[in-house]
């Protein structure tokens, strides 16, 4: 077990949450396009940044590597300008149960595109996240 990759992915969890409740009241009213179009080139230039301070990308990449870079950067922005216009649309708080769908959407594409097997405690912990999804979204209309 890596304790750095647990400590990376509950950074990244911390860091989204902060990211979904900070777009809400800064870009109430605006296009989700918009506030990405504005955020993800702050967000290029942070990486940018910090690969320089690394010496650079590595050379040895190949062009199947860059290739598989591009679609990577292509699908996070993607996905960070359907999240920025699920917040302007539901907000921060809805738009953030529903990604806890994004597990189960994994496992999905492993299965379909990597054919990786679904067991019976996959299929299971797929089950655990809609039933989370429901009773978040129910005990979300109950309190608002």
Not at 19 to 27: E, S
Not at 62 to 84: E, F, Y
């Amino acid at each position: 077990m890596s304790w750095l990759g647990i400590l990376l992915a509950l950074a990244s969890a911390v860091s989204n949450s902060w990211y979904a409740t900070l777009a809400g009241p800064i870009g109430r009213g605006v296009p989700g396009l918009t506030v990405a179009a504005f955020s993800l080139p702050i967000t290029a230039a942070c990486f940018g940044g910090a690969l320089a301070l690394e010496g650079g990308p590595n050379p040895d990449i190949t062009l199947a590597g860059w290739a598989n870079c591009l679609a990577i950067g292509t699908l996070a922005g993607l996905a960070v300008t359907c999240v920025l216009a699920g917040i302007g649309r539901i907000g921060p708080s809805r738009t953030a149960i529903v990604s806890t769908s994004e597990p189960a959407a994994a496992v999905v594409l492993g299965a379909v595109v990597l054919g990786e097997a679904l067991t019976p405690v996959t299929l299971l912990g797929g089950l655990c996240i809609v039933v989370a999804i429901v009773a978040l979204s129910f005990v979300h209309e109950v309190a608002t």
